[in-house]
Nanobody
Framework: QLQASGGGLVQAGGSLRLSCAAS????????MGWFRQAPGKEREFVAAISWSAGITMYADSGKGRFTISRDNSKNTVYLQMSSLKPADTAVYYC??????????????????WGQGTQVTVSS
């Protein structure tokens, strides 16, 4: 099970840290990703991290503003978001790729999803 938290309402320029706690399975062996979906839009990639945290990947929209990290001892992955913009408003989802060995941006490569957490950035 993946439980995302940390969303909320923030003013433009502000920061939020999302957390995704995993239970069951072998979290430390999974590639983890964050995705988001705004109303009327398709789900899009935000960031991903390899099981060892040695590889991270970001969508262009978040480069320099977002940082993905993980703590395998706590079975938790984080997304630190700063300099938030109204365009970042969306439901944010964490997901696990339990079977691949390379980090992917494609939602279809992630086989386990948590519930979303709403992030709203006001102008």
């Amino acid at each position: 099970q993946l439980q995302a938290s940390g969303g909320g309402l923030v003013q433009a320029g502000g920061s939020l840290r999302l957390s995704c706690a995993a239970s069951g399975g072998t979290f430390s062996r999974y590639i983890m990703g964050w995705f988001r979906q705004a109303p009327g839009k398709e789900r899009e990639f935000v960031a991903a991290i390899s099981w060892s945290a040695g590889i991270t990947m970001y969508a262009d929209s978040g480069k320099g503003r977002f940082t993905i990290s993980r703590d395998n001892s706590k079975n938790t992955v984080y997304l630190q978001m700063s300099s938030l913009k109204p365009a970042d408003t969306a439901v944010y989802y964490c997901a696990a790729d339990r079977f691949r060995v390379t980090v992917s941006q494609a939602p279809r490569d992630y086989d386990y999803w948590g519930q979303g957490t709403q992030v709203t950035v006001s102008s």
